[in-house]
Nanobody, 115 residues
Framework: QVHLVESGGGLVQPGGSLRLSCAASGSIFNIANMGWYRQAAGKQRELVATISSGGTTNYADSVKGRFTISRDNAKNTLYLQMNSLKPEDTTVYYC?????????WGKGTLVTVSS
């Protein structure tokens, strides 16, 4: 069984930074593809960034150059460094783990960008 727990969300001013973390339980983190998604109320879920088990990254156009996804396999932890935050980045961010044909989701962490 895999459990994902996100942390690091909060309130930040426009132009500020936050680093999200996602701690994964279980023993398959090293072989998993990981990702961050976000979903605002009334809107479709949006891919933010992904990182493969081999370290290949992919970003949504809306966050390229501002967000960086990374992973620490020794700590079973996924990160999302978010810089130059904008009000439109405000929403709940979810961590995902995909391995062996299954995708697991965390419960999310809220990011609010406001002055």
């Amino acid at each position: 069984q895999v459990h994902l727990v996100e942390s690091g969300g909060g309130l930040v001013q426009p132009g500020g930074s936050l680093r999200l973390s996602c701690a994964a339980s279980g023993s398959i983190f090293n072989i998993a593809n990981m990702g961050w998604y976000r979903q605002a109320a009334g809107k479709q879920r949006e891919l933010v960034a992904t990182i493969s088990s081999g370290g290949t990254t992919n970003y949504a156009d809306s966050v390229k150059g501002r967000f960086t996804i990374s992973r620490d396999n020794a700590k079973n932890t996924l990160y999302l460094q978010m810089n130059s935050l904008k009000p439109e980045d405000t929403t709940v961010y979810y961590c995902t783990l995909t391995a062996r044909g299954m995708t697991y989701w965390g419960k999310g962490t809220l990011v609010t960008v406001s002055s």
